[in-house]
Structure formats: structure tokens, C-alpha cells
């Protein structure tokens, strides 16, 4: 991995650590946001927590449900709404206050469990996996 991609991605999980998901469903693209709810049962067999790792450095990002909705923040952070993206159940959408966009997908494990998030930054290139500790 070269020095400017090991720079984006340790600027990206440090972004994670300090991510604060501020907008409103409805600043959202709606072409890119599912029109009906996620199935409460994903949902919750998605809430836990997940720990990221880069380069040594460590960060745990809570995913909890709260009236139908998945909800998701750093560790001692207010969650924020995460919304479904369009035609992908276990993708969902948050955006940074400066508007940078996270994809946060869930993956389920070989034992049919979902343990595994990818948090992808498009606007940066970056991919960061993560996996449940609670």
C-alpha cells in the first residue's frame, strides 16, 4: 500500500472515530434510499457493536435500532438515523456534517450471522472492514 493511500485510510478511520452522522433523511438523494423499511428482524440481528482497525489504531462504532430504524454512532457518541439504500437491505447511508457520505454494509459470517461491516467512503476510495465484538 502506498504512503498516500495509507494517509487516506488512516484520515478515514480517524474520520470514523470523530464521525457525527447530521443530516436528516430528507437531505438525502431519494433515488438512493430504499422506500420501505428494513425487516426489524435484520435489523436487530445487525445492531451490536463493530471494531474497526487500521495501522494499530482502534475505534468501535454502535449500531442500535430504535423504532425501526437503524441508528449508528461512534462508541459514547449520539446515534444518528441510517437510511436503507435502494435495493440493498443491509446497506445503509449516513453523511458526515461536511456532507462526505458513509456506506455502512452488513455481512453476514459463514455460520449465516451478521458479524462483518464495511464502511465505505466513495468520495475518498476507501473501504475499512469491521467486525462485531458485542
Known amino acids: 500500500m502506498t504512503n498516500g493511500k495509507r494517509y487516506l485510510l ?4 480517524a474520520g470514523l472515530m470523530c ?3 447530521g443530516l436528516s433523511a430528507a437531505a438525502l438523494d431519494p433515488s ?14 445487525i445492531a451490536g457493536d463493530y471494531e474497526f482497525e ?9 449500531f442500535t435500532v430504535e423504532e425501526g430504524n437503524l441508528m449508528g454512532a461512534p462508541e459514547n457518541e449520539t446515534p444518528d438515523t441510517l437510511e436503507p439504500m435502494a435495493d440493498k437491505e443491509t446497506t445503509f447511508l ?10 455502512f454494509a452488513f455481512k453476514k459470517d459463514a455460520d449465516g450471522k451478521y458479524t462483518i461491516c464495511v464502511v465505505n467512503i466513495p468520495a475518498m ?10
Open 32 to 45: 438512493i434510499i430504499q422506500d420501505k423499511k428494513v425487516d426489524p428482524e435484520v435489523l436487530e440481528q
Open 10 to 13: 488512516k484520515t478515514a478511520l
Open 94 to 103: 449516513g453523511y458526515s456534517p461536511e456532507g462526505a457520505e458513509y456506506q
Open 125 to 134: 476510495g476507501i473501504e475499512v472492514e469491521g467486525f462485531r465484538v458485542k
Open 19 to 21: 464521525l457525527s452522522l
Open 54 to 62: 487500521y495501522q494499530g489504531q482502534y475505534m468501535v462504532f454502535v
